[in-house]
């Protein structure tokens, strides 16, 4: 039997801001979908969506909103938090930004050190902007430096030209460790590259939201972008931390990234639940979930331009829902799968073979762009090829195959969204961010979950300072309070000589 069954609902495919979902492969029934919709409105989601959008404190673990829309609230409509008004803070960093945009002359590296939300984001959106043809750039060498492994710094330094790199650190507490090392060695580079104290101190630049903490580390006032405890880290790229995405394709470039996702947000609050394409997508992965219990949830972009949209997505998903208690403490029936995924055509021949064959029911967001990417001679026959093969996998996903060789039978039975983007550019790719952000916290409304903190992250943060003072000091490790017997012994093994 395949998932067929839905392809005659008039109401399988829904658009906004032009970004086309087809959830026909589904195989949810409208009598199913009622349902859905009926669970949604029991959650009360209608309210949540109101409360997110006002500043209401959704983060409730860390009494705080989550008001990341804010950032993208163009017309600057008033957003209050608790009895102030946001917008003027936030339209006051927009045009620091372009400001900085208008002078920042004959900078030939860009070395952002971040690590997470402060990373992701904009490396996600400069690798695919990077792809649209005729963008207007300024050709700087952007580098992202997140791992404290130091092969990464090594092949950035190696690259980097000293007397026109600029710097920007990026952390919201200011004390990630990752970020603050790699600072640090960032800034013994250039003053081993002959720069003065002064000349380091213009290259250094700062977004974050402890602001005393970069002065004490050397940023000069004017150099540092202020974002604010009720951003969360993963949501955080439509802030000064999307700063790289301005510096080198403009400032109107970088708003017109922040239209996209405004598009998307007005629909998520105006459009009615059966209609609303960010909660369209939280309710068949919650259908999926309940019916097939899957554990695993995969996306594939069928453009090269967003290799990095899966990394991204993981982050957004599993560091916001990836909890076993909902908001009460109570254990939760249901959270966050594993999000996995590659660009298409690239994926079919690495795991689809287990999407197809395997024995886990896995559901997939299939994501493709009308337009090529490339103005090449071959482009539109090339991208003939990657449409056909986005919909073809999409529909043996669905329908399977039955032979009388078991080895050669599909199961099929394997659910799908088509989302379809007129082209890429930073209006629809700021809208396929929000679109996922928005199902993301709809996911956690549908499931009780706080959506927006990561208390799960602390613990090996904590654990890893006694081990490192343990790796620094050599010699034999003991079980004690902090470290458990078989840390010890491995800690033992690199400290063998």
């Known amino acids: ?134 963008i207007e750039s300024r050709g700087m060498r952007m580098h992202f430096l997140a791992n404290i492994d130091t092969a990464d710094l090594g092949r950035i330094l190696q690259r ?66 202020p974002f604010w405890d009720w951003v969360g880290g993963r949501y955080s790229v439509w802030s000064a931390v999307g700063l790289p995405i301005a510096l080198q394709y403009g400032f109107d470039t970088f708003k017109e990234f922040l239209a996209g996702a405004q598009a998307i947000d007005h629909h998520y609050q105006s459009a009615p639940l059966e209609e609303n394409l960010p909660v369209l997508m939280a309710l068949s992965l919650l259908y999926q979930q309940e019916k097939h219990n899957i554990k695993s949830f995969a996306v594939i972009p069928y453009a090269d331009a967003l290799d990095w949209f899966p990394k991204w997505l993981q982050q957004l998903d599993m560091e916001s829902n990836g909890k076993s208690v909902d908001r009460n403490g109570k254990p939760v029936k249901f959270s966050c799968p594993v999000v996995f995924g590659s660009s298409g055509s690239n994926a079919q021949h690495s795991y689809f073979q287990l999407l197809h064959q395997g024995k886990e029911v896995i559901p997939i967001d299939f994501i493709a762009i009308r337009e090529p990417m490339s103005t090449l001679p071959e482009a539109k026959e090339h991208h003939r090829i990657l449409l056909s093969n986005c919909l073809a996998q999409a529909q043996a996903l669905a329908n399977g195959k039955q032979t009388d060789n078991p080895n050669n039978t599909y199961p099929g039975k394997r659910p799908s969204n088509l989302l379809i983007l007129p082209k890429l550019n930073a209006f629809y790719l700021g809208a396929l961010l929000a679109l996922y952000e928005n199902r993301t916290t709809t996911l956690g409304a549908l499931w009780n979950i706080n959506s927006f903190d990561q208390p799960g992250v602390e613990l090996g943060k904590v ?32 400290n063998q000589t």
């Open 160 to 225: 980097a030209l000293p007397h026109s790199t600029r710097v920007i650190i990026v952390s919201k507490s200011f004390t990630t460790l990752e970020t603050t090392k790699n600072a640090k060695a960032v800034v013994r580079w250039l003053k081993d590259s002959g720069r003065t104290e002064s000349q380091i101190h213009n290259a250094l630049f700062a977004v974050t939201a402890n602001v005393p903490a970069a002065k004490e580390f050397g940023v000069k006032s004017e150099n540092i972008y």
């Open 1 to 134: 039997m395949s998932l067929n069954t839905a392809v005659s609902d008039p109401k399988s495919v829904f658009s906004a801001a032009d970004i086309v979902l087809d959830t026909a492969y589904q195989g949810i029934k409208q009598p199913e979908w009622q349902d859905l919709f009926a669970q949604a409105k029991k959650a009360n989601l209608g309210q949540f969506i109101q409360d997110l959008f006002a500043g209401k404190h959704v983060n409730a673990s860390e009494d705080r909103p989550a008001l990341h829309s804010a950032l993208r609230n163009l017309d600057k409509t008033p957003v209050m938090v608790d009895g102030q008004d946001v917008m003027p803070a936030v339209a006051d960093v927009w045009h620091r930004i372009e400001a900085l945009c208008n002078k920042w002359i004959g900078v030939t590296d860009v070395i952002h050190i971040g690590i997470g939300g402060s990373d992701f984001g904009p490396r996600l959106a400069i690798e695919a902007l990077a792809h649209v043809p005729n």
């Open 463 to 494: 654990l890893a300072k006694p081990i490192e003072t343990a790796l620094c000091n050599g010699g034999k490790v003991n079980q004690d309070e902090h470290i458990d017997a078989i840390t010890a012994s491995r800690i033992n093994l690199f």
